[in-house]
């Protein structure tokens, strides 16, 4: 019995770290450890800050990032991303537990692992059976515009924190109506903090580098200096809430943030929870995949370097799986934060699983000096690390290039501000497949004739051309399936209706990759209606796979004109119908041969 051969080749295909460990040394060390550092020091007050923005206990936030950071190290293949909480994946996971009605914060907790847990699931089920393609049906415009609605909402939903009052929402009008009926409640002093850190924040992204290489110092290490701008914030406000003790004044405090690494945790298997979060985690898992593989393509093509999108699925997908057995919640890979890892120097996913170990030890030993750390810091982190994100400049160039794209993107950051972030992305998904449908149902069809003196055939309204009385050349530049398979017929039998000198049709085929059985049907009835106008269809152009998929039909025996090899074939053809073959480029002579080689 022959026993397959488990090889060196079929284990890296699965397992990346055996491709790049085999060539790492000394100096692919030294980068990705200055690479953690700075992404370690950007990651701990960004963690903390995510978590609460999920509503969970922030020591949640430092747990997703230790595990699930070494697991993508060990599946995943872009040697840039950073795997971790992320302000939108955060957002997602709060509307998605917060519907669930749960009576404790430890019900809360064991939701959000449990939604990690099925994300996880999800996304390795979609690597491993290669259906990373499925994310494709996405549209950037409608990404973006959602992104956008979503870090307004973020914004939005921290400046409770900011002003130190309680306010309740899950969109934009409820949100803002909550902050102006608790303004009168404002913390002085809580505002000053939020304020003051804001405004450092975006100095320090701005004018601290600069300032620090001014000074004389070498750019690594002002970089470096530069991204520890939030842990700076973060100490200075706790340390000034416990020596001015501003937490009895009202200002809100973290507190207790356990010590030590993450617990082992199972999600729950309660059927009605899964049932309830299967959707939520289902579009977590899309959102975060579709902006993990654009920052990593974008990140790895700097480099001449590749990924692999299902590896990549595979990769987040066991990352959250981490997540949900170390007491975290849904991660994915940050775009700033990747980013900065790039920029940093790393080489490889090591970086990752190095920043893990400073993630590690953060929650080893800094834990218990969080205790007096101001939210209000922790929200000023996240309204900066947000506001990044929003770009409404994507609706004038949606404007500019296309209405329906800028229909699509306004609808999706409307219904997001407007009725919540569940509402936004599952309109994103719905808008994304219909413009999808819309575009691909009213294929682009184009009358063409011949440019003389060549062998080209192009547009009759756009280029000076020849054509021939009594023929008329239509070509098709989309495939055709059930969607669009009526359109076709009846644009074409609109056309000849026009013109009763019209003799013979040629539907030019160079730019029809596939035709489905419902589009089959619907030529053989356009055949049919031609046929009784006295009227010959032909086909030019027609490519390998679409010739052998009619060949299988009787199709072709029954309409009355002939494929063509070429369009130029078709045009000599039917402009001189009376020579013989051999005159007119032989192309139903070698018919059959050469439409097997295209």
Known sequence: MNIPKITRASFERHLPILTWSKTYDRDT?????????IVTIMLIPQSLAYALLAGLPAEMGLYASILPLVAYAVFGTSRALAVGPVAVVSLMTAAAVGNLNLATPAEYAAAAITLAFISGIILTVLGVFRLGFLANFLSHPVIAGFITASGILIATSQMKHIFGIKAEGHNLVQLVW??????????VITLFIGVSTVAFLFWVRKGLKPLLLAAGLKPRLADILAKAGPVA?????????????????????????????????????DPAMWSQLFIPALLISIIGFVESVSVAQTLAAKKRQRIIPDQELVGLGASNIAAAVSGGYPVTGGFARSVVNFDAGAETPAAGAFT???????ALLLTPLLFFLPKATLAATIIVAVLSLVDLSILSRAWGYSKVDFAAVAATIFLTLGFGVEVGVSAGVMLSIGLFLYKTSRPH???????PGTHHFRNILRHEVETIPG??????DESLYFANARFLEDYVTNRVIKDTTLRDVVLMFSAVNEVDMSALESMEA??????????????????????DRLKRSHFLDEI????????????????NPHLPPSQTGAANAAEGPALAAQ
Not at 445 to 451: F, R, Y
């Open 356 to 362: 893990a170990i400073g993630i590690a030890l953060a």
């Open 560 to 575: 009355e004109g002939k494929v063509y090899l070429s369009q130029y074939d078709a045009w000599t053809a039917l402009r």
């Open 178 to 187: 909550s902050l102006l009926e608790h303004q009168q409640a404002t913390n």
């Open 526 to 547: 356009l055949n049919h209606r031609l046929k009784d106008m006295g009227i010959r269809l032909h086909f030019s152009e027609v490519k390998g796979p679409v010739m």
């Open 445 to 451: 069809v184009a009358e063409v004739g011949l440019v």
């Open 29 to 37: 060390l030294t980068s990705d450890l200055v690479a953690a550092v």
């Open 471 to 476: 023929v008329v050349t239509l070509r098709v």
């Open 233 to 269: 914030a973060v100490a200075v406000t706790t340390l000034a809430t416990f020596i001015f003790g501003l937490h009895d004044k009202g200002v809100a405090i973290v507190g207790e943030v356990p010590m030590g690494l993450p617990p082992l945790t199972l999600p729950a298997f």
